[in-house]
């Protein structure tokens, strides 16, 4: 069974950079996509963006300026960077699978599989 | 953006009972690229459905999902003690790719 599991700082200041990283057990990273999404209170859950098992990455262009996200192979696991936090990046942060599904010429997004999601506080 | 909305916001059922969630899109959903999750408190989303009808592996049978275009609906057909949680619903195709609706809670009567 395959399971994630966010780690990072808690809690930041105004302006800090923010590093997470989820760690990927019971199966690989290089198939799937994997995505970071965020819940708060104000705006609900927003997509960050995700990473392809080849390393393609499409990010949310509200944050694209200010997120980075990578693979890490050889320990099985993803990260995000996001850089100049404010108080409104305060949220609980999701690792999450993308289930790619194709019938026929269609294909089918979802989030199949979620880390337990880990609190980050910006606050002076 | 895709904008999704949720109707309605808030639903108070008996267990036993029908619930019904509608998910609104303020465009047509690429391919019916649509999912339902279902969130308790403390705990992750969790994957019902996805491509509008398809249940995800687990997901009992009382739960079912239809639509397409804008209109999209979530229906479980007989409420148990654990389906009382927050269901979101998500599309994927505009920009940006993935966009959540706000939310249904429903909650015991």
């Known amino acids: 069974q395959v399971q994630l599991q966010e780690s990072g700082p808690g809690l930041l200041k105004p302006s800090e950079p923010l590093s997470l990283t989820c760690t990927v057990s019971?199966?690989?990273?290089?198939?799937?996509?994997w995505s970071w999404i965020r819940q708060s209170p104000g705006k609900g859950l927003e997509w960050i963006g995700y990473i392809t098992y080849s390393g393609t990455t499409n990010y949310n262009p509200s944050l694209k300026s200010r997120v980075t996200i990578s693979l890490e192979r050889s320990t099985n696991q993803f990260s995000l960077k996001m850089s100049s936090l404010t108080a409104a990046d305060t949220a609980v942060y999701y690792c999450?699978?993308?289930?790619?599904?194709?019938?026929?010429?269609?294909?089918?997004?979802?989030?199949?599989?979620w880390g337990q999601g880990t609190m980050v506080a910006v606050s002076s | 953006e895709i904008v999704l909305t949720q109707s309605p916001g808030a639903l108070s059922l008996s267990p036993g009972e029908r619930a019904t969630l509608s998910c609104r899109a303020s465009?047509?959903?690429?391919?019916?690229?649509l999912a339902w999750y279902q969130q308790k408190p403390g705990q992750a989303p969790k994957l019902l459905i996805y491509a509008a009808s398809t249940r995800a592996t687990g997901i009992p049978a009382r739960f079912s999902g239809s639509g397409s275009g804008t209109d999209f609906t979530l229906t479980i057909s007989r409420l148990e003690p654990e389906d009382f949680a927050v269901y979101y619903c998500?599309?994927?195709?505009?920009?940006?790719?993935?966009?959540f609706g706000p939310g249904t809670k429903v909650d015991i009567k």
């Open positions: 465009q047509s959903v690429s391919s019916g690229n």
């Open positions: 999450a699978r993308v289930r790619v599904t194709v019938y026929g010429e269609m294909i089918y997004y979802a989030f199949d599989m």
């Open positions: 998500q599309q994927y195709g505009g920009s940006p790719l993935f966009t």
């Open positions: 019971g199966g690989s990273i290089s198939s799937y996509y």
